[in-house]
């Protein structure tokens, strides 16, 4: 399949689609933990979300993780306000598959989460991952609080070191302030978890964090 050049360039936000002022209804109940997949959050929890390509097997990675309480797949950094999947797909949205992430402190720290992140999917891949190419398919990091955005940025630092030690190129991941989560459809949501057999094409590059 051949795509596009807008596929692969972030449209402005006089060029993105105009959505709709109505949210995407929200079945708010995790499908493997049975916790919430929308806020209120208990005080004691943090929030994160990711962008590593497709959200499904994204999620999966972290729902898997020891501390995580909650995940919920959904759309951000783009322009449409409350987007469809369809219309994310067409790259004129300007929104990015991504994973909010619902952790436990006292289990789980932020930098356990960035080292996941980071040693799951290829950071150095711009505008896709692997056979997956597009906007949607983008490597993020984005930040709920200024302590997050240190460490992130410091991992950032770390994870280079150890990819040019082992021959890979630059990072492209955008790391920014968290903008607006617009949960992604139902049928999205824990998708491998409903369909064990579904496409999963996250890959990393088999280096360890430093």
Known sequence: MILSSKKLTLPTADQALPGRQTPMPVHNQHFVTGQPIAPPFAEHLQQAVFGLGCFWGAERKFWQHSGVVSTAVGYCGGST???????????????????????DTDVCTYRELLNLFW??????????????????YRSGIYTSTDQQFIEAQASKVDYQQALTAAGFG??????????????????????????PNGYCGLGGLGVAMV
């Open 170 to 195: 630059l990072i492209t991941t955008e790391i920014m302030k968290a903008p607006v989560f617009y949960y992604a459809e139902s049928y999205h949501q824990q998708y491998l978890a409903k369909n």
């Open 81 to 103: 306000p409350n987007p469809t999947y369809d219309e994310v797909c067409t790259g004129m949205t300007g929104h990015n598959e991504v994973v909010l992430v619902v952790f």
């Open 119 to 136: 040693t799951v999917h290829n950071p150095t891949q711009g505008m896709g991952q692997g056979n997956d190419r597009g906007t949607q």
